[in-house]
C-alpha cells in the first residue's frame, strides 16, 4: 500500500485542490496537468509498458477531437458519443498499427506511426466536405454537462481527473497483474516470451488499442475545453512527441511517472511562454527548444525519468537509515 | 499526351534532390544504425545557410554550396561529437528520442533565430527558362539536379573505392568484427555522420533558390527521404536511389492525374503498403539485423 502512497496524494490533492484554489490561471493549468498528463500515461501503456514506441499518437488523439467536433457540429451530438466514437474508431486504427508492431520493430515500426499521423494530418487538413479542411473545426458552446460546455472549471478538473485515474490503474494493473508481466517480458526480449508460452502478438495489440483509445478520449475531451480544432495541430508530429516527452521525463513505465512528467513539462512551459512569449512572440519556440534539449540530456542521464530518480534516492536514504 | 515529356523530365529532376537527401540517411542508417529523425532540421539549416549567405554577403548559392560542404561536414561532425556519440552503443530508445530532441531543438532554434516568416531567395536567374523537346524547366532545378547527381555520384565512388569508404561498408557489416580488426569504429560513426550531414546541408543548399524557406521546411523532404530509404531498404545506398526516382514518379504523375493536394497521401499510403507488404524494401533482404533489433 505505501507504494500507491505519492499516487494517493497526487490525485487527491489535485481533487481537493479547486475547492482551496479558485484561481482560474491556476485551475486551466491543473486542467492542462492532468489532460496531458492522462495522454502521456496512455502513451505510455503502449511505449513504456509495451515497449512499443509511437511517434504517431496524435493519430489517435487527433480522432478523438474530431469525433467530438464533428458528432457536435454536424448532427449535434453529444461529445461524450463523439468521444466514445472517436476512441472506437481509434480503437479500429490501433489494430492495424498493433498487426503492423507484429511486423516492424525498432525504427520501422516508429516511421510507421509517424506515417499514419501523417495521412490522417492531410485526410483532416484537405478533406474539405468531411472535416472542413484546413480551417478546422470551432467546437460550438452549448451549456450543460451531457454538451461538456462547463464554464466551471473545477467541474473539467473533476473530469479529467476522473480520466488520469483510470489511466493510472490502467497502469497500476500492468504493474501488478499476470498480463502486466507477461507484456514486461515481451517488452524485454519478444522471442524469449514467446518461446515461454505468451501470447506476446495479441498482448501488444491490445496495449497499442487501449492505449488508441484513451488517447482519442483525451482528444475528444480537449476538442470540448479548448472550442476549437485544428488538423495541423491535434495530427502534429509534434504533438506526438509531447506525449512521449511527458511519460520519459517522468519515467518510462511507470503508474505515476507520466503524471509528473505532465506536471513539470506543462509547468515548465507556461512558464517561459509567459516570461519568453510576449512582445511579438518572438521567443515563441524558446519553450521547445528547453523540450529538445531536456529530451537529449533526460535519456542520456536520466532513462529511468523523475519516478526512477527519485526512487533511488529515497532506497538510498532509506537503507542509510535502516543500516547503522 | 503532350504533357508526358514534361512529366518525366519533372520527375528526374526531383529525384536527384530527393536521392541526395535519401542516400544521407540510409548512409548513416546503415553504418550505425540510427534513423536520424532530425535529417530534415539540418536540410532546413542548409537552405539558411544559402538564403543568408545571399542575403548578407551576396553568395550565389552555388558559391554558397561549396562553402556548405565543409561547413555541414564541421556542423555533422560537431553535432556527432556532442549528442549522437555518447548514445550510439545505447538502446533504440534513447537513440530515437535523442534525435528528436535535436530536431526539436533546431527546428525551435530557428524559429527564435529567423521567425516564422517564409523566405525566398531570388536569383536574377532565377525566372530563366529553358526550353527542350517540348519541356520546359527552370535553371535552379537544372542546377540542382546536376550537382545532386554528382554529390551522389560522388559519394557512390568515395563508398566504393576509397579505403574509408571500405572500412565505412566493413563496420556497416558487423561492427564487432570490424572494431576486432582495428578499425575504429567511433571515429567511422563521426565520419558517417558527418558526411550524411554534409548531403543533406548540400541539398539544402541546392533547395533553397527553388522552394520557400522556414524553420519546419525540413519536414516535408525529409518524410519522402523517408519514405525512400524504407522503400529501399535501409542502409541500402542503390535502392534509396532507385526508391527516389519510384517516389518521384509517383509524386509528379500522381499529381498530374489526381491533382497536387493528395500526393503527399500517395506516397504515404505507398509508404504504409510497403512496410506491411515488404518492411525490408523493395530491393532488400530481410535481414535480421536491420528488423529484429
Redesign the interface.
Known sequence: MRALAPAAVFFASAALAPLVVHDAFFLDGLVLILLWGTTAAAWNVAGGYAGQ?S?GHSAFFGLGAYGAAILGTRWELSPWLGLVAGAAVATAIGLVIGY?SN??????F???T???S??LL??GS?WRAFTAGSEGIPVPFRPGFWTLGLVDKRLWVWILLAFAVLAYLVALYLERARRGYQLAAVREDEDAALSLGVPARRLKVVAICVSAALTAACGALWAQYVGFVDPFYVFS??LS?RF?LAA?VGG?GTALGPFLGAALVTTVETYLRAEFGGIGG?????Y??V??????V???WL?QGLVGWIGARWHRGAAARTTP | MHAIPQLIVSTLLLAGVYALIAVGLTLIFGVMRVVNFAHGEFLMLGMYLAVGAFAFLRFDPYLTLAVSLPIGFAVGWMSYRGVMGPIIHGSHNVQVFTTVGLSIALQNLALVLFTADARFLRTEYYAVVVRVAGAAFNVAQIVAFVVAVALTAGLFAFMRWSYTGKVMRATAQDRHASALMGIDTDRVYALTWAVGITCVGAAGVLLAPIYPVYPTAGLQFVLIAYVAVVLGGLGDMVGAVIAALVIATVEVFGSYVIGTAWKEVLYLLLFIAILIVRPAGLFGQRGAEALGM
Do not use: E, N
Request: glycine share 10%; charged share 15%; hydrophobic share 60%.
Open positions: 514506441i511517434l503492423l511486423r516492424l520493430r525498432g525504427p520501422y516508429v516511421l510507421a509517424i506515417a499514419f501523417q495521412v492531410l485526410g484537405r508530429i509534434d512527441i512521449a520519459i518510462l518572438r521567443f515563441i519556440g524558446t521547445l527548444i523540450y529538445g534539449c531536456a529530451l537529449i533526460m535519456v542520456r532513462p
